[in-house]
């Protein structure tokens, strides 16, 4: 078997293990947030729907223990400022 069918193999069984589900229930989660950041019509709405729907069909549950428990997508002013830079 080549080396990229044994890669893929792998990605696939990570995907569906439990530390797979909660990457991509994660990455869905802050994605939809990121999104938000952006004013209309830079918002790609449709995106942030879509991905919604995944995050509550595909792991239920996920989105309120990310909201309990996830750091903000952009750290506080005061934290910005004690490591003296500024968001790009």
Do not use: C
């Amino acid at each position: 078997m080549t080396d990229h069918v044994q890669t893929y193999k792998d990605a696939l069984e990570f995907r569906d293990s439990p530390r797979g589900h909660f990457i991509i229930a994660q990455a869905l989660y802050l994605g939809i947030k990121a999104l938000y950041l952006y004013p209309q019509p830079y918002t790609e709405s449709s995106n942030a729907m879509d991905m919604k729907y995944m995050l509550s069909a595909l792991y239920p549950d996920m989105n309120a223990l990310f909201e309990q428990t996830q750091a903000p997508i952009l750290p506080p002013e005061w934290m910005i400022e004690k490591i003296g830079g500024g968001v790009n």
